[in-house]
């Protein structure tokens, strides 16, 4: 088996535990905080979770950029390089501690949630995604055992710290922090600079619901389009799986300058995941909406239909972003992104107020159109 496809198998069985941990978790955590304490503490806490996972871009700010680079010099064997980024990537997020004052719980939830993007980008760059698979099963112990708590926070807060003690454990082991050095620094920050415009829009689109439909709507409105996006939002942790798989692909061959291969790789993945969205978004049509609306414990309308097409829109061109991104034709990826995201926000505000769920799911539609 070439060096290739063993990366990709490996990263790919890493991903899918990983992220399908990742993924039921919000599930999980939605129908049992429903459940627990109703619709609209479910719409209240996701939406401050929300707001944490935006504001964690910021602070991963050099997160993308490290698993690029990381790759890259992996393939040129350059492994000071890596090192000497390393400290760079992982200091930043520790600046969100200032906020601590202002709201305890979004604060700590932002660090733990940059540093958790950090090395899962650090390490599958390293070409090592078998790591963050044990540290997410490990980490989903602790999210698990956060339920027996009544504090609607812990499970998250558990789950996130889960994954930064493993890594940092694994970093000082594998002795991967070095001297941050002028060059490496400038390498980050030219990169960092677009890519971070190209994550954030990414990261809105998929958060920004939760909390601006409680805020121009309601707790309750925002609790339904819970339901309904954390069941959708799982199919796209399909094209994640191929992100985390292929992304340091592309940089690891565009490295070795066989754009070729790159080309090929986009093609091929995009197909697949056309395949796969189509089989699964089939049988949620037929008995999603009622499985779900017997787990939250209420009725969810049409808007479940309309979050699976939105889904599947934002996972019919995510495998080309993901290649311009990895590529020199970072700039063309970002610019794509914020036109998506200004539609939704455009629509957000026109919609959310007059027609609740339906205009936010509505919203979220739109922006991933644009992009397409």
Do not use: C
């Not at 070729?260 to 008995?287: D, G, P």
């Not at 036109?339 to 455009?346: E, M, R, T």
């Amino acid at each position: 088996m070439s060096y290739e496809k063993k990366v990709i198998l490996r990263h790919s069985i890493a991903s899918i535990v990983a992220l399908a941990l990742f993924g039921l978790s919000r599930l999980i955590y939605s129908i049992v905080v429903s459940r627990r304490f109703g619709v609209e503490v479910l719409g209240r806490v996701n939406s401050l979770i929300s707001q944490a996972f935006l504001l964690a871009v910021p602070l991963s700010f050099f997160a993308v950029a490290l698993g690029k680079y990381t790759s890259e010099f992996l393939g040129k064997r350059e492994m000071e390089k890596i090192k000497s980024m390393t400290m760079l990537g992982f200091s930043f997020p520790f600046i969100g501690l200032v906020l601590i004052p202002f709201n305890f719980y979004l604060a700590i939830l932002a660090v733990l949630r940059a540093l958790q993007l950090t090395f899962r980008s650090f390490i599958y760059g390293l070409h090592r995604g078998e790591i963050y698979a044990y540290a997410m099963l490990g980490a989903f112990i602790l999210f698990i055992g956060g339920f027996l708590s009544e504090n609607y926070y812990f499970p998250y807060i558990g789950l996130l710290s889960g994954v930064v003690i493993f890594g940092f454990l694994y970093l000082f082991k594998e002795r991967l922090f070095g001297k941050p050095t002028p060059s490496t620094f400038k390498l980050l920050l030219e990169y960092s600079s677009f890519a971070f415009l190209g994550a954030i829009s990414g990261v809105f689109l998929v958060q920004a619901p939760y909390f601006l439909s409680e805020r121009l709507a309601s707790p309750k409105v925002a609790g339904v389009v819970s339901a309904s996006l954390s069941a959708a939002f799982l199919l796209t942790y399909l094209p994640q799986v191929f992100q985390s798989a292929i992304m340091p692909l592309y940089s690891y061959k565009y490295g070795k300058d066989e754009m070729e291969y790159v080309k090929w790789l986009v093609e091929e993945s995009t197909k697949i995941l056309s395949f796969l969205v189509a089989l699964v978004v089939f049988s949620l049509l037929l008995v999603g909406r009622e499985i779900l609306s017997l787990l939250f414990g209420f009725y969810l309308g049409s808007e479940f239909y309309l979050a699976l097409i939105a889904v599947e829109t934002y996972i019919a061109y995510n495998p080309s972003i993901v290649a311009l991104n990895s590529t020199k034709y970072v700039r063309e990826g970002t610019v794509i992104a914020l036109l998506g995201a200004g539609v939704s926000l455009v629509a957000w505000l026109l919609l959310i107020g007059p027609f609740k769920e339906y205009g936010t799911v509505l919203g979220l539609f739109l922006g991933y159109l644009s992009i397409l």
